[in-house]
């Protein structure tokens, strides 16, 4: 298992967020589609959520409109 530190913010208020992964990439798109399912993964209405076929950029631009921005993955650790 990989742990990824992210450190993005949300509506404008920095935040951090330690993530557990398999995986040992993480790209930015990613990590937003985490973001996002950590912000929004309770919302009662699943269309808030970018589709299965959103590209990288779509799911970028999603978590814009939603507050998350400056995403950046600091670091990884095994």
């Known amino acids: 298992m990989y742990t990824y530190h992210i450190e993005y913010r949300f509506n404008d208020e920095p935040r951090t967020f ?18 996002l399912e950590l912000h929004l993964g309770d919302a009662e209405n699943g269309l808030i959520m970018p589709t299965a076929d959103s590209t990288p950029e779509q799911i970028l631009e999603h978590a814009k409109r939603v507050g ?3 995403i950046k993955v600091v670091s990884q650790t095994n």
């Open 68 to 70: 998350i921005t400056h």
């Open 18 to 35: 330690l993530l557990e992964l398999k995986e040992q990439q993480l790209a930015e798109h990613e990590a937003a589609m985490h973001l």
